[in-house]
Structures are given as structure tokens and as C-alpha cells.
């Protein structure tokens, strides 16, 4: 059964970096497409990050210029490097992937089949 685990999350204070990873396991081929998203008690799951079978990248907007997505060439490691960190990116980061090729939002947390149990990240000021 495919799955992603995620790692990397921790304590940081505000302007500190954390990098965020998660193995795709399960799948012989990877995951094409995969992102980051986030979540805050009481709150809904927000795309944070994906990446497209090209390779191509997608942001949301608070975090352009702070977070780098990437991923390896088996498409089964996928990292997130947040720099500059806010106290307003303080959540729980989930992992997601699928392989299907579907005309879908990458950002779009119905997009993936696959999630990982969620790294906590807390920023302090």
C-alpha cells in the first residue's frame, strides 16, 4: 500500500529555517505529482507547495520567496526547505501524492490520494 511518512518538523524561533522531508513508499514508480499542505486547529488544510510531473512549482503566496519544494528523480523523496520563518506558519505540515494524471488545482487538497500522519511546526516570536 503506497504511503508518505514525513519528518523535519520541530521548535524554531521567528526568521529560523526548517527543512521538512517525506519518503513515498508503496508506489514502484513514485508519486508525479506531490505537495505540501498545512493545517491549524480549527481550520482547513491549505496547499503550501506542490510539484508537477515536469517539475514544475507551485506556491502559495505568503510563502513565495521563503519555502523551496523539491523532490528527487525516483519522484519517492520530497523536501521542503522553509526559510524566514513566521509565527503564522506555525501547523501541522501534512505530505501528499498521487500519480494520477488529472486536470485538478496542484494546490488543491482533493488533488492527492495519499497523505502522510503531518510533522508539527511551531514558530515563536
Known amino acids: 500500500v503506497a504511503q508518505a511518512v514525513e519528518s523535519g518538523g520541530g521548535s524554531v524561533q521567528a526568521g529560523g529555517s526548517l527543512r521538512l522531508s517525506c519518503v513515498a513508499s508503496?508506489?514502484?514508480?513514485?508519486?508525479?505529482?506531490m505537495a505540501w499542505f498545512r493545517q491549524v486547529p480549527g481550520k482547513e488544510r491549505v496547499g503550501v507547495a506542490s510539484?508537477?510531473?515536469?517539475?514544475?512549482?507551485r506556491y502559495l503566496d505568503s510563502v513565495k520567496g521563503r519555502f523551496t519544494i523539491s523532490r528527487d528523480s525516483a519522484k519517492k523523496n520530497l523536501w521542503l526547505q522553509m526559510n524566514d520563518l513566521k509565527p503564522e506558519d506555525t501547523a501541522m505540515y501534512y505530505c501528499a501524492g498521487d500519480a494520477r494524471i488529472i486536470f485538478m488545482d496542484s494546490l488543491s487538497e482533493s488533488r492527492y490520494s495519499y497523505w502522510g500522519q503531518g510533522t508539527q511546526v511551531t514558530v515563536s516570536s
Open positions: 508503496g508506489s514502484t514508480y513514485g508519486f508525479g505529482y
Open positions: 510539484i508537477l510531473r515536469d517539475d514544475k512549482t
